[in-house]
């Protein structure tokens, strides 16, 4: 199963993880600056992008690594973002060997119940109704203040299939959920979060600060949930100093 996927630049790789109904056309501003000094990987996830549907039972975790393998990447410095994030840390917690670093960016977090009403209504009002209602949706609403920001949101989101809005998902997830093996994960990890982001990925990042004793905590001010976007110059450069701590 061949996903979606570029390469950029040499040097240590860094692959990043895109959010929920988006793809890796979110992280265009990171591609740019940190290809200059490493390998830069982006991918659509099952599902999502240019990547294919899920036909059956699969794993983003194992969709990564078999992604790193054809790829012939034996370790990288791994970044996510919301739903990214959150596959981030269960393929750290699945294969810590193969990563150098994790950065998690205003993360989900697996086995954490959703105190957030994510419901956009695409069976009772159809997708397009649904895609609308989910760029309104409070997540975004930060974001939209910035025009630019606003506009590729708008560009990914049109172009979603709208797949896990009207199926049932067969993803498998881990056994045992991240939340409870987060003690497991002695990796360099930087959490980042958007001083206006929602409380639920406030409080997550409060529980991966405290559970995770290699990490550290940081907040980016004027930004909410896409803070690569809404704030990619503080975004890069926490980023671009954290790696160059953790370069083998």
Not at 55 to 62: A, G, M, N, T
Not at 75 to 100: F, Q, R
Not at 200 to 209: F, K, M, T, V
Request: charged share 25%; proline share 5%; hydrophobic share 40%.
């Amino acid at each position: 199963m061949e996903l979606f996927h570029q390469a950029k630049g040499l040097g240590e790789p860094i692959v990043f993880v895109h959010g929920f109904s988006l793809d890796s056309r979110m992280w265009q501003p990171q591609v740019e600056y940190f290809a200059k000094s490493n390998q830069v990987i982006t991918y659509d996830m099952r599902g999502f992008g240019k990547s294919p549907l899920p036909d059956r039972p699969y794993s983003h975790v194992e969709d990564l690594w078999q992604l790193l393998d054809t790829l012939k990447v034996n370790k990288a410095h791994i970044v996510g973002l919301s739903l990214g994030g959150e596959v981030a840390i269960d393929y750290v917690l699945t294969y810590p060997d193969t990563v150098l670093s994790l950065t998690l960016a205003d993360t989900s977090l697996g086995g954490y119940a959703s105190t957030v009403d994510w419901r956009v209504y695409a069976k009772e009002q159809g997708l397009e109704q649904a895609k609308q209602n989910w760029l309104n949706h409070a997540v975004f609403a930060p974001s939209n203040r910035y025009p630019e920001v606003a506009k590729q949101l708008r560009a990914m989101v049109d172009s979603y299939s709208g797949w896990h809005w009207l199926y049932d998902d067969p993803r498998i997830k881990l056994d045992l959920p991240a939340i409870d093996r987060l003690w497991e994960i002695k990796l360099p990890t930087q959490i980042l979060v958007g001083k206006n982001d929602l409380d639920y990925y406030h409080r997550i990042a409060g529980i991966l600060a405290d559970k995770i004793s290699s990490s550290n905590l940081e907040y980016i001010s004027d930004s909410g949930h896409m803070i690569n976007l809404e704030c990619p110059d503080g975004f890069n450069f926490l980023l671009k100093e954290f790696i160059e701590r953790n370069e083998k």
